[in-house]
């Protein structure tokens, strides 16, 4: 994917508990949370993920993330990279990514 | 409301996590959760809570909270009484709930 401009991040701690939800409330998006915990900070570009949804949605998908305090994202090159931020996103709401990352 | 059937329920242990995320990520059920929390088991029917939409949809979002194993109802006369599941929704999703009901 290319990218014009550099992404806006929110802080875990300015997002409401309701949007935390809808934000973990989508499979996809529960799929790329999930690969992000599995993998090492700024490891994965956006396209790597296993997910089966055309380059617009996803793109949807990492802003919604970035919007929820969920991930960060930086280009290096003509990747964008990504982060998962769980300790902060722990620290404002304890226990729910580890919910969102449970064996079912 | 009127009901016509005994309602059905689901356990909170047959619920996915994706569903439970979903049946929390709506504001008017968020509320309902809210002022169960807050009050007496079985003391609350589906027509005394403090939210801004119709019958119709007020079922709908009764049926997403029975389904999601977050309420139990049951028929008294011409009311239809409501409990939040809290302490087996809690034993299922831990931390969930107690997110869900937080001061923000």
Do not use: Y
Request: charged residues 30%; proline residues 7%; aromatic residues 6%.
């Amino acid at each position: 994917m290319s990218h014009r401009s550099t992404p806006e991040h929110v802080h875990p701690d300015d997002v409401p508990v309701l949007e935390a939800f809808a934000a973990l409330a989508d499979p996809v998006r529960l799929q790329l949370v999930r690969e992000l915990a599995a993998s090492e900070d700024w490891s994965r570009s956006c396209g790597t993920f296993d997910v089966p949804v055309g380059k617009a949605a996803l793109s949807h998908h990492f802003a919604v993330l970035r919007s929820t305090g969920l991930i960060e994202q930086r280009d290096a090159g003509a990747k964008r990279v990504n982060r998962l931020r769980r300790p902060e996103f722990d620290r404002r709401f304890p226990g729910l990514l580890d919910l969102a990352l449970r064996e079912e």
